[in-house]
Structure formats: structure tokens, C-alpha cells
């Protein structure tokens, strides 16, 4: 089987985050999204941090599911 990746997409305005990660680099991409909820050139806060946490951790789910 090849390598899986998953996506996970905010639009703010005319701001696009887009993520595509795979399963071992998780945790770098939690740790993404409290960097940029902290930087203040940026559209991203911390709800919307909070959001995209939740998203991945529901795609972790999902991907044990499956097995």
C-alpha cells in the first residue's frame, strides 16, 4: 500500500491554509497551528487553531477505523 496523506483546508477571506500531512507528522502539524495562531501578520487565531486540531485528531479517528 502506498503512502496515505490527508488535507485538512481553512479560507479566511481571501487568505487559504492549506495542510496536506501524513499520520507520522501529526504532531509538527498541531504544533504549526499554535505557531501561526501566534503570529500577528497572520489571519489565523486560536478558535481557528482550535478547529484544525479537532479536524486532524477526527481524521486520526477515522484512519483507525478503517483498520
Avoid: H
Amino acid at each position: 500500500m502506498g503512502r496515505e496523506f490527508n488535507v485538512l483546508a481553512l479560507i479566511k477571506g481571501e487568505e487559504r491554509y492549506v495542510y496536506i500531512y501524513d499520520d507520522a507528522s501529526r504532531a509538527p502539524l498541531l504544533e504549526t497551528f499554535r505557531s501561526q495562531a501566534e503570529d500577528p501578520s497572520l489571519s489565523l487565531n486560536w478558535f481557528d487553531a482550535a478547529v484544525l486540531t479537532q479536524k486532524a485528531r477526527e481524521q486520526a479517528a477515522a484512519a483507525l477505523s478503517r483498520f
